[in-house]
């Protein structure tokens, strides 16, 4: 098993920053892929943004390209959201998820583990 709490969220006006941070405990994180969902008011939840293992590679969803940012830290069991340019669209609650893969999925239905979700409310 592995626990999943993300925190950092909150209320932003449209173009500023937040940072996310996710943090895991139970098993080795070096052995999970690392995905950030959102799921907003009505919609399906939906993929932002992963990143490998060793946190070398990243892989983003077309409307957060070049505004968000996934970094991780395997000696803090960390994983991080950098989220800049915020748009009212943005709003949502976001989640952190793992799963046990080399592979770097965008599919929610791939990821074994999941956090609680952090809120995020971008005002115009």
């Known amino acids: 098993q592995v626990q999943l709490v993300e925190s950092g969220g909150g209320l932003v006006q449209a173009g500023g920053s937040l940072r996310l941070s996710c943090v895991a405990s139970?098993?080795?994180?070096?052995?999970?892929?690392m995905g950030w969902f959102r799921q907003a008011p009505g919609k399906e939840r939906e993929f932002v943004g992963v990143?490998?293992?060793?946190?070398?590679?990243?892989y983003y969803d077309d409307s957060v390209k070049g505004r968000f940012a996934i970094s991780r830290d395997n000696a803090r069991n960390t994983v991080s959201l950098q989220m800049n340019s915020l748009k009212p669209e943005d709003t949502a609650v976001y989640y952190c998820a793992a799963k046990e893969s080399i592979i770097m999925g965008t599919s929610a239905t791939r990821y074994d583990y999941w956090g609680q979700g952090t809120q995020v409310t971008v005002s115009s």
């Open positions: 139970g098993r080795t994180f070096s052995n999970y892929v």
């Open positions: 990143i490998n293992r060793i946190g070398d590679s990243t």
